[in-house]
């Protein structure tokens, strides 16, 4: 009995030592796991956010292209309906020139540009076809004075001064121009609903 009972004992001690080693074996496992667990949770974590912040900027650097884009196209957009303007106003040129107003104001230049030419000086006055029979009446008797035609021009005059080589020009086309290029903002502001 004694030897069962040291046999007990043994088996007893040895059964604790199992357990408080299972016991360590297992806590340290479950470290290990914990560790491991926390180690590729960490990493992962990292990928994801790395993957999320790189997608974040490329969803960034997207927009900034597409607004860049867009505004491109509404500038082209504005811009064609600009010049739209421009095309419907140079097709009412047409109407400008029969005016009294036009021809009293071509009347007005000649006469002080031919006074200021002086005599002797040969000057050289272009305008467009249709101009041609008002400009030759204006200039009549004047021998200083030649009209030449210039297909191009929808109104107004061009005069060359032979002597200066100096040229000035009156014509239609270049006024426009001036004056539609220091509105053009305006323009822009009624047709889009500008400040």
């Known amino acids: 009995m004694e030897f069962e009972k040291l046999l007990d004992?043994?088996?007893?001690?040895?059964?604790?030592?199992?357990?408080?080693?299972?016991?360590?074996?297992?806590?340290?496992?479950?470290?290990?796991?914990?560790?491991?667990?926390?180690?590729i949770l960490q990493e992962y974590t990292q990928k994801i956010n790395d993957l999320i912040n790189k997608t974040k900027e490329e969803?960034?650097?997207?927009?900034?292209?597409?607004?860049?884009?867009?505004?491109?196209?509404?500038?082209?957009e504005k811009e064609y309906w600009i010049n739209k303007v421009y095309e419907r106003v140079l097709e009412k040129i047409n109407n400008i020139i029969k005016t009294?107003?036009?021809?009293?104001?071509?009347?007005?230049?000649?006469?002080?540009?031919i006074k200021e030419a002086g005599e002797g000086e040969k000057i050289t006055i272009y305008c467009s076809p249709n101009d041609k029979p008002l400009i030759e009446k204006i200039v009549n008797k004047n021998k200083n004075a030649m009209v030449k035609v210039d297909e191009k021009m929808l109104g107004g005059i061009r005069i060359y001064y032979e002597g200066s080589g100096l040229t000035k020009d009156f014509s239609l086309k270049l006024i426009l121009d001036q004056v539609f290029d220091s509105m053009r903002g305006k323009i822009s502001d009624i047709l889009f609903g500008g400040k």
Do not use: C, F, P
């Open 9 to 39: 004992k043994s088996i007893e001690k040895v059964r604790e030592e199992v357990k408080t080693e299972l016991k360590k074996g297992l806590d340290e496992a479950q470290k290990l796991i914990n560790d491991g667990h926390g180690k």
């Open 59 to 76: 969803i960034e650097g997207e927009k900034a292209r597409l607004e860049v884009e867009n505004k491109r196209v509404l500038l082209s």
């Open 100 to 113: 009294k107003e036009y021809k009293d104001a071509i009347e007005n230049i000649l006469s002080r540009e």
